[in-house]
């Protein structure tokens, strides 16, 4: 981009440009309806010949950001760009008058600008308009990054997102194909019976995650609040009322780190279905995130990072110390069962076992924590991680055979979690005593840990049905299907500290 001297000189003469066309008359009219689009005129015309397109004149009007512009003489060339495209303008005086050929020829680039004409093709076989009539409807007092180089500045993208969208075309496809991917998830779910609910965003208490909260006053109710960090429990009243499969896409907040994988504001997808288990869970989130790689790519071979994923044939499915013996044979040496082996291994590794999590942590805490600190990285192609120990899993239902093990997946796809899911506790009794040690772990220092819900338990009082719970992280979907690196890359506006 321009120097800052040169930048404010540019914007220094803009606005007085500016100032001369105010005083002309109305500077940014609104009074202008574009009928047709350089996207769908390109596809409709684009294999046209130039002989067809002269024997069949096509009057068009259009409207956009002009991106590039030639002035030659008396004759002028400019691409213009709207939502769908870019498409070339040709002016000459007696195309649109000396008069207005003159005004144009002091336009800048950025300045939005309609256009009326009939389309033809140059000797390049190039499609454009040749120009009756131009307008400029919006002044752009800020020049645009450099024609060649775009905005290539990290920071600048994700704070100026407008700037980064209008010259950066691969920018546009990815928030083109988070809206493809979204759009094909809930016709995936709608197709399957399930309801798309909505729930608060404000909640009395926070809960169904294992997360650190937003807090806020509520000034009317004279309140504490907090932003949601899951919808969870909301949705799982939904289902003893009487609903039996809901889903939700959801906005959840945790005030945790910022990292490549991590952002404080993200998208959830949520869903719950009454009669199902996990097992039925795991099947349907394959075919879910198999449906929406189909939808929006085309295959199931999806290339991410230089590596070749392959969501088209079944997913892996591990346990715990199944994933560490698969991926760190070097721990068949060492018993999985051995607390103070554990410990002693933890340690070595640098894990902080007096952290609150982990402060006096079970065997399987301790397995699960030996499992994040070495495999869960290595974890590229689709795998569930199933069988979650009950302490760290305080919603999930307990296995009817194997007490301390509960009915839980996670799914690893690039070596991050992609999703969490179980069959839901629905047991009021279990799930009060779960709290009640949720809320002795939070008095001990843990801030992540949850709060006692009591109406919750109220709802579960009246009874749920067995059901089956799981939630999709739509900003990490969207990285795999979009072969982006970068979490930031796939919001639109990501949090960022505040520029001054």
Request: charged fraction near 25%.
């Amino acid at each position: 981009m321009a120097s800052a001297d040169d930048e404010n000189q540019i914007i220094a003469e803009r606005r007085a440009k500016l100032a001369q066309i105010r005083a002309a008359g109305i500077a940014f009219p609104n009074d202008y309806r574009p009928e047709h689009r350089a996207g769908a005129l390109a596809e409709h015309f684009g294999a046209k010949s130039r002989e067809e397109l002269a024997g069949e004149p096509v009057a068009v009007t259009l409207a956009g950001r002009m991106m590039l512009k030639r002035v030659q003489g008396k004759a002028s060339f400019a691409t213009i760009q709207d939502g769908t495209g870019r498409i070339q303008l040709w002016l000459n005086d007696e195309g649109i008058g000396a008069d207005a050929h003159e005004a144009f020829k002091h336009w800048d680039l950025g300045d939005i600008v309609s256009a009326e004409g009939t389309l033809f093709k140059t000797m390049k076989g190039e499609l454009s308009v040749r120009c009756s009539a131009v307008r400029l409807l919006a002044k752009s007092l800020r020049p645009l990054p450099d024609k060649f180089h775009g905005l290539v500045d990290q920071e600048l993208r994700y704070r100026q997102r407008y700037v980064d969208l209008a010259v950066n075309a691969s920018t546009r496809d990815t928030f083109l194909a988070r809206s493809a991917i979204l759009h094909a998830m809930r016709s995936f779910m709608l197709s399957h019976r399930f309801l798309e609910v909505e729930t608060p965003m404000l909640h009395m208490i926070p809960g169904g995650a294992i997360a650190r909260p937003f807090a806020t006053h509520h000034n009317a109710l004279d309140q504490q609040m907090f932003l949601r960090i899951a919808p969870e429990l909301y949705l799982k009243r939904l289902i003893v009322g009487g609903f039996e499969r809901v889903f939700e896409v959801n906005r959840n907040f945790r005030n945790e780190g910022i990292s490549q994988r991590h952002n404080p504001e993200f998208t959830m997808m949520e869903f719950y279905a009454a009669y199902t288990d996990y097992q039925w869970l795991m099947n349907f989130t394959e075919q879910l995130i198999r449906d929406a790689a189909i939808a929006t790519t085309g295959d199931t071979l999806v290339p991410y990072q230089g590596t070749a994923i392959d969501l088209g044939k079944a997913f892996d499915r591990l346990t715990i110390t199944g994933a560490i013996l698969k991926y760190a044979p070097e721990y068949e040496a060492m018993r999985l069962d051995d607390i103070a082996a554990l410990r002693t291994e933890l340690t070595r590794l640098g894990v902080n076992l007096d952290a609150p999590q982990l402060r006096g942590a079970g065997l399987g805490a301790l397995q699960l924590a030996l499992f994040e600190a070495t495999v869960e990285t290595l974890l590229v192609q689709p795998t569930f991680i199933i069988d979650y120990p009950i302490e760290v899993s305080p919603l999930a239902r307990e296995s009817d055979t194997r007490p301390g093990i509960t009915e839980r997946f996670e799914l690893f796809i690039t070596g991050r979690e992609l999703a969490n899911g179980f069959s839901e506790l629905n047991d009021p009794e279990d799930q009060a005593a779960r709290f009640r040690a949720q809320v002795a772990a939070k008095e001990a220092g843990d801030e992540e840990a949850m709060y006692y819900d009591a109406d919750f338990i109220r709802a579960l009082e009246y009874g749920m049905p067995p059901t089956g719970g799981c939630g999709v992280g739509i900003d990490r979907l969207v990285m795999l299907l979009t072969d982006s690196a970068n979490i930031r890359d796939v919001i639109l506006f990501p949090a960022l500290k505040r520029e001054d």
